[in-house]
């Protein structure tokens, strides 16, 4: 090259050269694990017999990369850090030095889920659970999520740093299920690791014979402790030698053995028994009833004798007196009872008018509640017609807004769960973005000041069955990563994951979660 004036002198000539070397195509990761992954990728097209290495760097975003050179399509990277992101880029190296432009693709290792769960102890209203720090997280920060529950409630969650947990306000006899899993600072989850256990039903207290008689005697105990929210009662057998066990059965803490044989010793338990014919350990104790000695109580029997003779002759004085006063009583008590009846009778009749009115009433309410939602259905579909013309005409958005196609998409600048977030798109006269192409999906990647953000899809309805906000259910297209949704009943809301290069994917997670939103209307 050399420079020529008006004149037509030239200055003297300079020269260079250029080569083009095409980069590596097709990254793909293979055996994902806690701490490696292998990287695969092919020659560039055309350069297939040209001699070629590659350079290939990989690093934690913010941190110094770490490179290596092969002459292989492959790579595999190990001791790595569990749970963590990784940028890899792989450059084409000619014999000569020449290098391509580098290709790169971003992975996050496998978080590994507590090993080795344990229930180590049960008693009535706790239990101790333990389980082994997963491999890997010495250098990492993070805890552990517990949730734990019985069939038909809610579950209970609660966290921990340690790697052991002790649940209590249980209920007694009572089966629960516990998952464990872990936790990064950015709220990465691992998979959940589960198990079971029941709670023991306490026995019967303090088990005490309280009086012995020559056929009968009481016995008592206290309640087990942990029981006063659940229906039991209890189960008594009792018995003397050489015969077959009487069981018999009570609510009340104590009861009285009757039709005994005098100077006879027994054996006496008593457990505790649930709804659902659980019982717990049996208490026992003996007693021994007495034999009737009339012969040392003469003065006894002499006195129920004169006491006898007293009552006889009184009755005969003042039976008929009473018995006139009682028939005197009966006919007060009838006549009341007519006046009752009579004004009971009054007051259905009021009570079956004043329910008809209620009915009458109730049914144009209704009426008029259906000719409300139909009005409003009609007045919010006007309002959306409204506001679709004024962007098809105005082609511009509120401020704060984004626009692409026909749709204005607002970024959150705060962080909260995916149902707050939802409900101030619906104050924005918008909801949670729904994705409908794959040009709209890589729009929504584009938004690079967040890495996740909540969008319009959940399965909170249906366990599995995904659908967008607008009630439509999720077909085509989707983003899912590799692996996703895989967190079951407890991650049911859909967030997108930035990725710098493509569209970005989706990733389920549970949705109390704080982070950003996207609105779209």
Known sequence: MATEGEDGRQSRWV????????????????????????????????????PQRFLISHCIPGTDPLTAITDNCHKTFSNLQPGTEYTVSVTTVLSNGEQSEPVSTTICTILPAPDQLNVDSVETTSAAVSWSQPPGLDQTQHHYQI???????????????????????????????????????????????????TTILPAPDQLTVDSVDTTSATVSWSQPPGLDQSQHHYQISYRCPGTEPHITSTSSPSITLSDLQCVTQYSVTVCTVLENGKQSELVSTNLT????????????????????????????????????????????????????????????TERDQLQNSLNTRTTERDTLMKSLNTTTMERDQLQKEIERLNWENKGSCPEGWRRFGCSCYYLSTEGKSWEKSRQDCLERGADLVIVNSEEEQTFINGFKSVRYVWIGLTDS?????????????????????????????????????????????????????????????
Not at 17 to 33: A, C, G, M, Q, Y
Not at 151 to 161: A, L
Not at 470 to 481: A, M, Q
Not at 488 to 515: A, K, M, P
Request: net charge negative; hydrophobic share 30%.
């Open 15 to 50: 020269s260079a050269s250029l080569s083009t070397v095409v980069p590596p195509r097709d990254l793909k990761i293979n055996h994902l694990e806690e701490t490696s992954f292998t990287l695969h990728w092919s020659k560039a097209e055309g350069m297939e017999k040209v």
């Open 147 to 197: 949730s734990y529950r019985c069939p038909g409630t809610e579950p209970h969650i609660t966290t921990t740093s340690s790697p052991s947990i002790t649940l209590s306000d249980l209920q007694p006899a009572t089966e629960y299920s516990v998952t464990v899993c872990t936790v990064l600072e950015n709220g990465k989850q691992s998979q959940l690791v589960l198990t079971t256990f």
């Open 289 to 348: 009833t007495i034999h009737f000695q009339w012969w040392r109580r003469p003065s006894r029997v002499a006195a129920v004798c004169v006491l006898l003779a007293v009552i006889i002759g009184l009755w005969d004085s003042y039976a008929t007196a009473e018995r006139d006063q009682l028939q005197n009583s009966l006919n007060t008590m009838t006549t009341e009872r007519d006046q009752l009846q009579n004004s009971l009778n009054t007051r259905t």
């Open 461 to 521: 309805a249906t366990e599995g069955t995904w659908k967008w906000v607008d009630g439509t259910p999720l077909t085509t297209p989707r983003y899912w990563w590799s692996g996703e949704p895989g967190g079951g009943t407890y991650q049911n809301c859909g967030e997108i994951y930035y990725i710098s290069s493509g569209q970005g994917v989706w990733r389920d997670l549970g949705c109390s979660f704080s982070q950003e939103w996207i609105c779209e209307k």
